[in-house]
Nanobody
Framework: QVQLVESGGGLVQAGGSLRLSCAAS??????MGWFRQAPGKERDFVAA????????YYADSVKGRFTISRDNAKNTVYLQMNSLKFEDTAVYYC??????????????????WGQGTQVTVSS
């Protein structure tokens, strides 16, 4: 199983940018994803990327604003978040999928999770 550690969260004004990082250890040839959970809400899919970066998926709510990428040499996955909105406020979680390709963006398709990093967007 892979171990995941997120970083890069913080407080930013609406319209600003943040870049989240997820450092992975152990076997790293997995598809990876980002999810987020706001207070009192379900943990929702944000973005996912296959192990070689050839397939990328985004939630409709972040398309055109967020970019997922990975550097396999550094065992790190990134989430560049631009044009942040108040409703992007949440704890963001990095997750490793069960395989190398994305078969589904459901939470059940991801079996390793980081501890989460808080992103707060002030309006």
């Amino acid at each position: 199983q892979v171990q995941l550690v997120e970083s890069g969260g913080g407080l930013v004004q609406a319209g600003g940018s943040l870049r989240l990082s997820c450092a992975a250890s152990g076997r790293t040839s997995y598809a990876m994803g980002w999810f987020r959970q706001a207070p009192g809400k379900e943990r929702d899919f944000v973005a996912a990327i296959s192990w070689n970066g050839g397939n990328i998926y985004y939630a409709d709510s972040v398309k055109g604003r967020f970019t997922i990428s990975r550097d396999n040499a550094k065992n790190t996955v990134y989430l560049q978040m631009n044009s942040l909105k108040f409703e992007d406020t949440a704890v963001y979680y990095c997750a490793a999928a069960r395989g190398s390709y994305i078969t589904s963006v459901n939470r059940a398709s991801f079996n390793s999770w980081g501890q989460g990093t808080q992103v707060t967007v002030s309006s």
